[in-house]
T-cell receptor, first 116, second 114 residues
Framework: EAGVAQSPRYKIIEKRQSVAFWCNPISGHATLYWYQQILGQGPKLLIQ????????DSQLPKDRFSAERLKGVDSTLKIQPAKLEDSAVYLCASSPTPPTGGNTQYFGPGTRLTVL | AQSVTQPDIHITVSEGASLELRCNYS??????LFWYVQSPGQGLQLLLK??????LVQGIKGFEAEFKRSQSSFNLRKPSVHWSDAAEYFCAVGLYNQGGKLIFGQGTELSVKP
């Protein structure tokens, strides 16, 4: 079974530029998550989708971050404009079950973003 | 508020020695608890999880963890560490009343001495 795919793996941009990350979850997984992991910290949830609907985006900085999940499969996370503090690893995860506390989340390799 | 604390930022153990990584959580209900491992440049891999039942949980790679409700702890253990275990370890609590959201600790970096 193929895992969660993410691209690009690395991205370097100047502040105020825009950037987009792509995630392809494990086939058949209904729930998709985007996490931000700042160096030295644990991942923090940005947004959660159930199929193509948003379940939780309370931690998403909506003035600059946006995300969508096309047709309930792939997802794109965008930052516009980027700030220095957005430098982090962006992790995508998916889960086969409806969003409960006990569902196992499977993580992709992440995209490391550096904002100069 | 829900939180996870991993008191040890960095631990060094000798190869073959035993290992215990500490995790304490704060959550107002019965928690779902997870341990993940992250190698450099990689995503997170699930080691084990606790939902209910037996409080001693076995995972992959020879790891186990014990849930102690009275201490709000879920410590990870391994009897004999291998050099390939060097990585970052994250404890997390799953919030069933918030759509399965995971709250992570800040991580413990494990170094293994030959």
């Amino acid at each position: 079974e193929a895992g969660v795919a993410q691209s690009p793996r690395y991205k370097i941009i100047e502040k105020r530029q825009s950037v987009a990350f792509w995630c392809n979850p494990i086939s058949g997984h209904a729930t998709l998550y985007w996490y931000q992991q700042i160096l030295g910290q644990g991942p923090k949830l940005l947004i959660q989708f159930q199929n193509n609907g948003v379940v939780d985006d309370s931690q998403l900085p909506k003035d600059r971050f946006s995300a969508e999940r096309l047709k309930g499969v792939d997802s794109t996370l965008k930052i516009q404009p980027a700030k220095l503090e957005d430098s982090a690893v962006y992790l995508c995860a998916s889960s086969p079950t409806p969003p409960t506390g006990g569902n196992t989340q499977y993580f992709g390799p992440g995209t490391r973003l550096t904002v100069l | 508020a829900q939180s996870v604390t991993q008191p040890d930022i960095h631990i060094t153990v000798s190869e073959g020695a035993s290992l215990e990584l500490r995790c304490n959580y704060s959550y107002g209900a019965t928690p779902y608890l997870f341990w993940y491992v992250q190698s450099p440049g990689q995503g997170l891999q699930l080691l084990l999880k606790y939902f209910s039942g037996d409080t001693l949980v076995q995972g992959i790679k020879g790891f186990e963890a014990e849930f102690k409700r009275s201490q709000s702890s879920f410590n990870l253990r391994k009897p004999s560490v291998h050099w390939s275990d060097a990585a970052e370890y994250f404890c997390a609590v799953g919030l069933y009343n918030q759509g399965g959201k995971l709250i992570f600790g800040q991580g413990t970096e494990l170094s293994v001495k030959p």
